[in-house]
């Protein structure tokens, strides 16, 4: 939310009694740092996404930097990464001290890192690339996996749109966020889902510092003696934290059918007016995302937002930001075309049908008046 109160806000926080005992269970424990509420969200969240490990950390950036250290990305190497993305996925290369090299979608139809553009950006100082799984849906696992086994790179899931998807964990490790906006929500937090053991071990151990004891242990007195075995950080995710990401968690099931509701419903009344990508595609339904002529998008917006509807933009292409005007900008032709033609509508668990028809009515109208005053 932001400071105007918004009648129709883009996201909204679904909690309740679940999430209050949770918080008021971790009070009593008197035990706040990172303990046995992040080991059982940790543990769950892994068996409920068949992933064989779960690591929390403190946001999705921190999950993003903690995996490209688990592949052991060296100062120079390349990472390919979508120009279409939240710059936390480019800023966790640049952090690492790695290029990031930007590629194009596949289409706006189609907002997900393109295979064929990653293969054309191939070079021997490839390390790894980043795939978005944007809007809720997923991009090609299948062909991002058979690339990067035919070319002996790595590949990661940047997958903070999709908590509750099938089919992730192909890569070395699919990193998801639970900030605010989010479709499970601790306020800030991150894990790392991963089948390979040594990654979840490293990042384990990399998260605390590079110690080789837990401070739950220490605490207990189980536990003296430590060393540290590389350079680690801290980004240790609080009890509080986890607990939250529990109580979200067992309703998450529940919160996807209500957005895939909504989402539904917007197609059905939109689809002849807007272009709606990743329309046919299995989706948890993070952002309701649509696009409108360009010059249009800016007068468009400002007519939802005198009706009382809040949007975004998810998102401008990271290669034309001031950050990264030193970074080679290939062309993205399809990342550009589709970052000044989107507009993201509201989408939560709260939206009603009534809601979702307000909004599209809104939409609709926006159109129709700007287009009239041209």
């Known amino acids: 939310m932001t400071d105007k109160a918004w009648r129709y806000p883009l996201s ?3 909690y309740g009694a679940a999430e209050r005992d949770a918080v008021l269970r ?12 992040v080991e059982a969200f940790e543990s769950e969240f892994a068996q409920a996404h068949n992933i064989a490990h779960a690591v929390m950390v403190t946001s999705g950036t921190a999950a993003l930097e903690l995996a490209l250290d688990a592949l052991s990305l060296r100062p120079g190497d390349e990472v390919i990464v979508p120009a279409l ?7 966790a290369v640049v952090r690492r001290g790695g ?6 979608i596949e289409s706006c139809a189609r907002p997900f890192l393109c295979v064929d553009d990653v293969r054309r950006r191939l070079t021997p100082r490839t390390r790894a690339f980043i795939a978005v799984h944007y809007g809720g849906a997923c991009a090609d696992i299948v062909g991002l996996s058979a690339l990067a086994r035919d070319h002996d790179v790595a590949w990661l899931e940047d997958a903070a749109h999709v908590p509750g998807a099938s089919g992730l964990g192909a890569s070395a490790a699919a990193c998801f966020s639970f900030y605010g906006n989010k479709n499970l929500v601790t306020g800030e937090g991150g894990m790392i889902a991963t089948n390979r053991a040594d990654i979840a071990d490293r990042v384990r151990r990399l998260r ?3 110690l080789t004891r837990r401070s739950i242990d220490a605490a207990r007195g189980s536990v003296d003696a430590y060393d540290v075995l590389e350079h680690g950080t801290n980004a240790r995710p609080s009890e509080i934290q986890a607990a939250l990401g529990r109580a979200q968690l067992s309703k998450l099931a529940a919160h996807t059918d209500r957005r895939r509701a909504a989402r ?6 939109l689809k002849d007016d807007v272009v709606i990508p990743a329309v046919g595609l299995e989706t948890v339904a993070h952002l309701q995302t649509v696009l409108v002529p360009a010059e249009r998008r800016d007068e468009v917006r400002t007519a939802l937002h005198a009706a009382g509807v809040q949007t975004s933009v998810h998102y401008p292409c990271v290669h034309q930001l001031a950050a990264y005007a030193g970074v080679a900008r290939a062309a993205c032709p399809n990342a550009v075309r589709y970052a000044a033609q989107t507009i993201t509508l509201p989408l939560h668990p709260g939206l009603t049908t009534d809601d979702v028809d307000t909004i599209s009515n809104a939409l609709r109208d926006a159109i129709a008046h700007v287009g009239a005053g041209r």
Not at 99 to 104: E, H, L, S, Y
Not at 264 to 269: K, L
Request: no cysteine; glycine share 6%.
């Open 12 to 14: 909204d926080i679904a």
């Open 208 to 210: 605390t510092h590079g």
């Open 264 to 269: 539904a419903r917007y197609v059905a009344r």
């Open 99 to 104: 290029v990031p090299i930007f590629a194009d």
């Open 85 to 91: 993305t939240f710059v936390a996925t480019a800023n």
């Open 26 to 37: 971790v009070l009593h424990s008197r035990w706040l740092t990172m303990g046995p509420e």
